[in-house]
């Protein structure tokens, strides 16, 4: 009978708790769970409040076996609207740090979760994410986290790396460094998501502008960073200083739109190529399966076609973020090969990333060669004639479709549901649509002529 009375109790709980989620407004914000003398239990972050919290008390629930018993100790919930999905990462990150309640500690211990930090003691500071903040790279950084959702958090930075064009490359960036005059920016710049102080496209005076202004971004409401903006730009205005108004207005239409990114799960069609699931739960699982600590975002990809009459050319495709970046397309006729995919690998690698080598730019995270082992072999073997050696070579064999690594015996071998190789075979799939394009334009000139 006792144990009845307990479950009846909890059920009416449960209902109550329900009813008062339903009444909560579907915007971002943060939920604050509490036991009756009001001791904080958990602190969650949602997109919607109303869904989040509510899913909590559904009748068949299931949160898991450390979370469920949190769910007999809740007696009431305060809630925190938030006018953004990233402020409210952000508030639920420092409310945690604070008070770190009971159910969020446990979540905590035993893991590494993701920091923010900043390295503001740099001439052109840099953003970056890592689970060792205490790393000496990040010594006299300024930190935001423990953040919960890594993917969150990545998805947020990307977005608002559009707005403010922060630098989140690894480089030793110096105001009065000569070389940067003749430094190639990455495709970041080229997409318009990085100002590209490695190549002295801004100030430095300039560049920290834009970071306090990340940093105040950080710190406040958007509606307040807003009428901060509406007001520099009328100032700006007024010292007939249009071009920097024109900047201070872009950056507000930017911010206004970060919400529309968060949303959107966009899907991209190449010409021949349909990959429709999220293009970052691609990245993600292609990163694991490659054992990458890094972040991977910029990939390149290289094929081989024949052309009859004994001529060759060689294609590369660019891909940012998991998407198409047709900017960074590229072909090549072959001139030191006749049919020979080796000889045409190690040339169009060694055109193509000489600056690299150079250390006049920056590799791609992922160079992609279509072929099986002896051509990322000969791929290796033009790499090894420069100073600079890139990150991370793979090749994409067809029909077995085995992913092979320069430092593993044996190849990776993935399923074909894997979203990782879903995204690899796309990327390879497309650098030979576009060598094949190349082939037939050719082929298509030498028998018909110009005309």
Same mark, same amino acid.
């Given at each position: 009978?006792k144990?009845?009375?307990?479950?009846? $109790?909890?059920?009416?709980?449960?209902?109550?708790?329900?009813? #008062?989620a !339903?009444?909560?407004?579907?915007?971002?914000?943060? #939920?604050?769970?509490?036991?009756?003398?009001?001791?904080?239990?958990?602190?969650?972050?949602?997109n919607?409040?109303? %869904?989040?919290?509510?899913?909590?008390?559904?009748?068949s629930?299931?949160?898991?076996?450390?979370?469920?018993?949190?769910?007999?100790?809740?007696? =009431?919930?305060?809630?925190?609207?938030?006018?953004?999905?990233?402020?409210?990462?952000l508030?639920?990150?420092r409310?945690?740090?604070?008070?770190?309640?009971?159910?969020?500690?446990?979540?905590?211990?035993?893991?590494?979760?993701?920091?923010?930090?900043?390295?503001?003691?740099d001439?052109?500071?840099?953003?970056?994410?890592?689970?060792?903040?205490?790393? $000496?790279?990040?010594?006299?950084?300024?930190?935001?986290?423990?953040?919960?959702?890594s993917?969150?958090? =990545?998805?947020?930075?990307?977005?608002?790396?559009?707005?403010?064009?922060?630098?989140?490359?690894?480089?030793?960036?110096?105001?009065?460094?000569?070389?940067n005059?003749?430094?190639?920016?990455?495709l970041?710049?080229?997409?318009?998501?990085?100002?590209?102080?490695?190549?002295?496209?801004?100030?430095?005076?300039?560049?920290?502008?834009?970071?306090?202004?990340?940093?105040?971004?950080?710190?406040s409401?958007?509606?307040?960073m807003?009428r901060?903006?509406?007001?520099?730009?009328?100032?700006? @205005?007024?010292? %007939?200083a249009?071009?920097?108004?024109?900047?201070?207005?872009?950056?507000?239409?930017?911010? %206004?739109?970060?919400?529309d990114r968060?949303? @959107?799960d966009?899907?991209?069609?190449?010409?021949?190529?349909?990959?429709?699931q999220?293009p970052?739960?691609?990245?993600?699982a292609?990163? $694991?399966?490659?054992?990458?600590?890094?972040?991977?975002?910029?990939?390149?990809?290289?094929?081989?076609?024949?052309?009859?009459?004994?001529?060759?050319?060689?294609?590369?495709?660019?891909?940012?973020?998991?998407?198409?970046?047709?900017?960074?397309?590229?072909? #090549?006729?072959?001139?030191?090969?006749?049919?020979?995919?080796?000889?045409?690998?190690?040339?169009?690698? @060694?055109?193509?990333?000489?600056?690299?080598?150079?250390?006049?730019?920056?590799?791609?995270?992922?160079?992609?060669?279509?072929?099986?082992?002896?051509?990322?072999?000969? @791929?290796?073997?033009?790499?090894?004639?420069?100073?600079?050696?890139?990150?991370?070579?793979?090749?994409?064999? !067809? %029909?077995?479709?085995?992913?092979?690594?320069?430092?593993r015996?044996?190849?990776i071998?993935?399923?074909?549901?894997?979203?990782?190789?879903?995204?690899?075979?796309?990327?390879?799939?497309e650098?030979?649509?576009?060598?094949?394009?190349?082939?037939?334009?050719?082929?298509?000139?030498?028998?018909?002529?110009?005309?």
């Amino acid at each position: 009978m006792k144990e009845e009375n307990i479950a009846s $109790k909890l059920e009416k709980q449960r209902k109550k708790l329900a009813a #008062y989620a !339903k009444s909560l407004p579907e915007v971002p914000g943060v #939920y604050l769970m509490r036991q009756k003398n009001d001791v904080l239990l958990y602190i969650g972050k949602a997109n919607s409040l109303q %869904k989040r919290v509510g899913s909590y008390f559904l009748a068949s629930v299931d949160v898991g076996p450390w979370k469920q018993g949190m769910l007999q100790e809740i007696d =009431h919930i305060d809630t925190i609207e938030c006018e953004t999905q990233w402020e409210a990462l952000l508030l639920e990150a420092r409310l945690i740090k604070d008070h770190r309640p009971k159910y969020n500690t446990l979540q905590l211990d035993g893991k590494t979760y993701p920091y923010l930090a900043v390295t503001i003691k740099d001439d052109f500071p840099g953003i970056f994410i890592t689970r060792t903040p205490s790393d $000496k790279e990040f010594k006299g950084a300024r930190l935001f986290g423990p953040f919960t959702s890594s993917g969150a958090l =990545h998805r947020s930075i990307h977005m608002l790396q559009s707005v403010y064009k922060f630098r989140t490359c690894p480089l030793d960036i110096l105001e009065n460094d000569k070389s940067n005059a003749f430094f190639r920016p990455c495709l970041l710049h080229a997409i318009n998501r990085c100002s590209a102080p490695c190549a002295n496209k801004i100030t430095k005076e300039a560049y920290r502008e834009d970071i306090n202004g990340f940093l105040r971004f950080l710190t406040s409401k958007r509606s307040v960073m807003l009428r901060e903006l509406q007001e520099r730009m009328e100032c700006a @205005s007024k010292r %007939k200083a249009y071009e920097e108004a024109g900047s201070i207005r872009d950056q507000m239409e930017a911010l %206004k739109k970060l919400d529309d990114r968060a949303s @959107s799960d966009v899907e991209w069609q190449s010409e021949v190529t349909v990959f429709a699931q999220s293009p970052t739960a691609g990245l993600r699982a292609l990163q $694991k399966a490659l054992g990458v600590n890094k972040e991977l975002r910029f990939i390149e990809a290289f094929d081989i076609a024949h052309l009859q009459g004994g001529e060759t050319v060689g294609a590369k495709v660019s891909f940012v973020d998991g998407r198409p970046h047709k900017d960074g397309y590229r072909r #090549y006729k072959i001139a030191s090969a006749r049919n020979d995919d080796y000889m045409s690998m190690r040339e169009v690698i @060694s055109r193509r990333y000489r600056d690299a080598g150079e250390g006049n730019e920056l590799y791609p995270d992922v160079i992609v060669i279509d072929g099986g082992k002896g051509q990322l072999s000969a @791929s290796m073997e033009a790499f090894a004639q420069l100073a600079k050696q890139p990150p991370l070579v793979v090749s994409l064999a !067809k %029909k077995e479709e085995l992913i092979y690594m320069v430092d593993r015996e044996n190849p990776i071998k993935l399923g074909r549901n894997n979203e990782g190789l879903k995204l690899l075979q796309a990327i390879r799939d497309e650098a030979h649509r576009f060598a094949q394009h190349y082939h037939h334009y050719l082929r298509n000139k030498k028998t018909f002529g110009d005309s």
